[in-house]
């Protein structure tokens, strides 16, 4: 399950995602849909541990991705466009 809450990242005054909230249940086919620029990658990289949020909260299969973003990495996979190393 991923369940996010009020998700939100700033990279200096710009805000790339603004409190955005859903979850996905195990099973269910989710689509991430938007025009460029609209915070899909941004929140993708902050739900699989490459960059931490600014605010808000999300967990992946139970685990938050601020404390344990080390287990979380552990149970995804991600291939985005330009690619980002782990630290």
Not at 67 to 82: F, I, K, Q, S
């Amino acid at each position: 399950m991923i369940r996010a809450q009020g998700l939100t990242r700033h990279f200096g005054d710009h805000v790339a995602v603004d409190g955005v909230d859903f979850q996905i249940r195990p099973g269910e086919v989710f689509g991430f849909l938007g025009p460029n620029g609209a915070g899909k990658t941004t929140t993708v990289r902050m739900l699989s541990g490459l960059i931490a949020p600014t605010g808000g909260t999300a967990t992946v299969n139970g685990f938050d991705i601020r404390e344990r973003p080390d287990v979380v990495r552990a149970h995804v996979g991600v291939l985005t466009e330009t690619p980002g190393l782990y630290p």
